[in-house]
């Protein structure tokens, strides 16, 4: 054993009572120093700075998500790799189905680990039936026109169910079952079994492994807020008012009036006293325009007679009732296509896993 070796050693045994992290020590600095044993053959001491890069506390210090995710992958690989190579198969099958769990797409890189790691891990998920998911965060989907969509990864072949639910756990659709071999694409047009849009709320999606037996190995459950939105229907327009009505036909008070104003001045013309003259023209000039006057009258009776139509008034109150009307059909339409138009906003929650009796 080497003097640098035993250093190493040392230090890790030192550390493993009651380690705290130094100052400047970080999952990436941990990591690095892990690759760098794993390389020099140091596969017990890669192990120990290995498993402290991936300890939960420390690694709260990574603030990206992302560069989280590739260091928990290469602190897994890298372990698993150095418990394998170190003669502790059971600690490399341990770290490697905690990989395959974390990511079932992953591969360990075959010329960076030599085949007896690579040959591990390839029989570690086939033996570990688990499923990750994957979807947008928010998801905006018409009724009818869109789809909510995500995407399922298998470690390897089994059987899957997909559902939704309440959160009392009452199944609210079912999704899919049967086998998933690789990767699977599903969608949910919104509705329930009875085609009816859902209501908004909180829902889960769940996913479950089963095994050939139907035994429940493991469930993913991934919150759904959905919320529903319908668009505001439009106001009917107003019926117009009797005030805006113009009446379609005379009133019998001018015709009459007329009639009657042209009588009375006939009449008086004609009978005035002869004291004004006793001319037998004048008489006669008198009797003619007295006749001239009730014919006047007259005439302006039946120009103006009750019940006679008035066109222009009949016309105007035609296209008042016609706009309204186009007006009114125009809003109905448009209701109605709104009625239709229901959009669901679908944002998914935090993934978690939970394991099931066959596991």
Known sequence: MTLRRVLILASLIGASASWQPAHGQTPASLLEDGIRAYQELEFE????????ALDPGLGQRLSDPAAARVLTIRALTYLA?????GGNRDSARAAFERLVRFDTRYRPDQLIFPPQVTNEYDAVRRETKVITFDA??????????????????????HEAVVEIRD?????????????IVDSLDLDWDGRDPERLVIASGPYDLWIQSRDSTGTLLRSLRVPLDIVVETPDT??????????MILPEQHSSGPGVQALAGGLLVGTAIAVLPTVFSSDTDLMGGRLLVAGTVSVAGIAAFFRR???????????????????????LAVVVTENERRKTDIQLLITTGAVSAHEGPGR
Not at 81 to 85: I, K, Q
Not at 136 to 157: C, H, K, Q, V, W
Request: positive net charge.
């Open 305 to 327: 007679r009750p019940g006679k139509p008035i066109p222009e008034n009949i016309a105007s109150n035609q296209n008042l009732y016609r706009s309204y009307r186009d007006s």
């Open 45 to 52: 001491a890669a192990a120990g700075f290995l498993r402290r």
């Open 167 to 179: 959160r009392d756990s009452v199944r609210v659709r079912s999704i899919y079952r049967g086998p």
């Open 234 to 243: 439009l106001i009917h327009p107003i019926e117009p008012a009797d005030s």
């Open 136 to 157: 947008p965060r928010n998801t905006r989907m018409r009724i009818g026109r869109d789809l909510f969509s995500f995407e399922l990864f298998a470690s390897s072949y």
């Open 81 to 85: 790799a150095a418990e394998m190579l």
